[in-house]
């Protein structure tokens, strides 16, 4: 539906008003509505990254979910300020990883005599606990961009299947499993997964020594829903199809699929099709649908599955809640702010500027 005219006025008159004090960041699986309004669009590491570059702006409304805004509070200075327009906006695979649950499991893998050569290795879809976690225990930060690049990292050796050393994979452990098996050759034995639910993770202490994977039980339920019969139905549904997924997707559903890739790559990879090609995309539905306008008539851009499916706290975020936190700012009133503690700050820090400087 087209937005409301009276609120998209406000929200220009508001952004107007702040001028360069106010930098909008915007995640690809926004509302048309939003990314109007962002100053950048991304994926999660793009943000990070550009939020980090822009020292001069006063305040950093976050146009994404609860992790994405703590993560840019992180990277800059202690003088910006940055704001989630909902609070409740969250993302419920990063609320599967608590700090509680990790510390336990790392007392299981101490018990295993195996946490001494253990790397933690956390998708960016954590929250800052867990990356602080992340950072005391010497590990990275990785996104679905660079997931491939942060396992090589950890496992310091041009083969990883000869290295000595073992990856806790957190929180999601379909990225965790699709980057091992498919970019860095090992098997599917060569993964566990950790169940915070059980006790000892559900996991003897000889599987954690024989693994090279230990993969935390966590998944995004927007991806989750993709299966290889959206696949087989697709391609039969449209010959000659291009079946294009975020590594979020289950692995059976990846290895269905042509082409595997982080939000940035599925945009770009659509750039560069040819005319007259055709994708189904697995991910989000709001940016697919956009992606969808922008191609047409040229290529034909369809959705995975045949049921819809936005990720409800992406959408959270919305034109009303947009202008109501810029014209409070404008008011100088600073709401819905992000700010993560001083010492959890000080250690994911470390650990989100690993995944920066990884080659
Ligand atoms: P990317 O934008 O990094 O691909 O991440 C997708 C996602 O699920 C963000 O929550
Ligand atoms: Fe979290 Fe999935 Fe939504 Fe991304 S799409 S914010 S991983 S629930």
New binding site residues.
């Given amino acids: 539906a087209p937005s409301d005219p009276g609120l998209v006025e406000r929200a220009r008159a508001a952004k107007e008003k702040l001028g360069e004090r106010v930098f909008v960041l915007g995640h690809h699986?926004q509302r048309d509505e939003v990314i109007e309004f962002a100053d950048v669009t991304g994926d999660s590491f793009k943000l990070a990254r550009d939020a980090a570059a822009r020292p001069g702006a006063e305040y950093i409304v976050f146009c994404g979910?609860h992790f994405m805004a703590e993560s840019a509070d992180i990277l800059t200075s202690a003088r910006q300020k940055v704001v989630l327009p909902d609070l409740a906006a969250g993302?419920?695979?990063?609320d599967m990883a608590t700090a509680e649950q990790v510390a336990e499991c790392w007392d299981v893998l101490t018990e295993a005599g195996v946490a001494d050569v253990t790397v933690p290795v956390s998708y960016m879809?954590s929250s800052a606990d867990i990356k602080a976690f992340t950072g005391r225990h010497g590990g990275t930060i990785c996104t679905s961009s660079n997931a491939r690049r942060a396992l090589e990292w950890a496992f310091g050796e041009d083969d990883p299947r000869q290295s000595r050393r073992k990856v806790l994979f957190l929180p999601d452990q379909h990225l965790g499993r699709n980057t091992a098996v498919r970019e860095l050759g090992m098997s599917l034995e060569d993964c566990v997964v950790y169940n915070p639910h059980k006790p000892d993770g559900g996991l003897t202490a000889q599987q954690l020594r024989d693994a090279k994977m230990i993969l935390w039980r966590g998944h995004?339920?927007?991806?989750g829903r993709f299966s290889p019969d959206s696949v087989r139905d697709v391609r039969e549904r449209i010959p000659d199809v291009n079946v294009l997924v975020h590594p979020?997707c289950k692995h059976e559903v990846v290895s269905a699929a042509d082409q595997v890739g982080s939000t940035e790559h599925i945009i770009k990879a659509l750039e560069a099709a040819p005319s007259g090609s055709k994708w189904a995309v697995g991910t989000?539905l709001n940016l697919v649908r956009r992606l969808a306008a922008r191609h047409a008539p040229d290529k034909e851009v369809v959705f995975l599955d045949r049921t819809v499916c936005f990720?409800s706290?992406?959408n959270r975020i919305d034109l009303p809640h947009l202008v109501w936190a810029l014209e409070s700012l404008a008011d100088g009133k600073v709401v819905n702010r992000i700010e993560v503690d001083a010492e959890t700050e000080k250690f994911a820090k470390l650990a989100l500027e690993q995944m920066l400087a990884l080659p």
């Fill in positions: 699986y979910v993302c419920s695979m990063a879809n995004c339920s927007v991806h979020e989000e990720c706290t992406m």
